[in-house]
Nanobody
Framework: QVQLVESGGGLVQAGGSLRLSCAASGNIFSIYDMGWYRQAPGKQRELVAVITSGGSSNYADSVKGRFIIFRDNAKRTVYLQMNSLKPEDTAVYYC?????????????WGQGTQVTVSS
């Protein structure tokens, strides 16, 4: 079983910064893509940023230039540095990764962490 533990969410004023962390544990053979998604009330879950095992990253247009995704493979942890936060960034943020365990590759999700940006 793969467990993902997220931390770093909270309440911040517009223009502020937060860093989210997501640590993976369990009997994992390999971790491939790691990413962050978010879901605002009444909206569908959307991709925020993703980073491959090789370090290549992609971002949603709405966060380009403000958010940075990076990972520490030794710690099996992915981070999301969020700068210049806007009220429209308010959402529950979910960590997700693709990992291989016992010969099976699957996608796993964290429990979500709330990010609230006040105007």
């Amino acid at each position: 079983q793969v467990q993902l533990v997220e931390s770093g969410g909270g309440l911040v004023q517009a223009g502020g910064s937060l860093r989210l962390s997501c640590a993976a544990s369990g009997n994992i053979f390999s971790i491939y893509d790691m990413g962050w998604y978010r879901q605002a009330p009444g909206k569908q879950r959307e991709l925020v940023a993703v980073i491959t095992s090789g370090g290549s990253s992609n971002y949603a247009d709405s966060v380009k230039g403000r958010f940075i995704i990076f990972r520490d493979n030794a710690k099996r942890t992915v981070y999301l540095q969020m700068n210049s936060l806007k009220p429209e960034d308010t959402a529950v943020y979910y960590c997700s990764l693709v990992a291989r365990q016992y010969g099976i590759t699957g996608r796993y999700w964290g429990q979500g962490t709330q990010v609230t940006v006040s105007s």
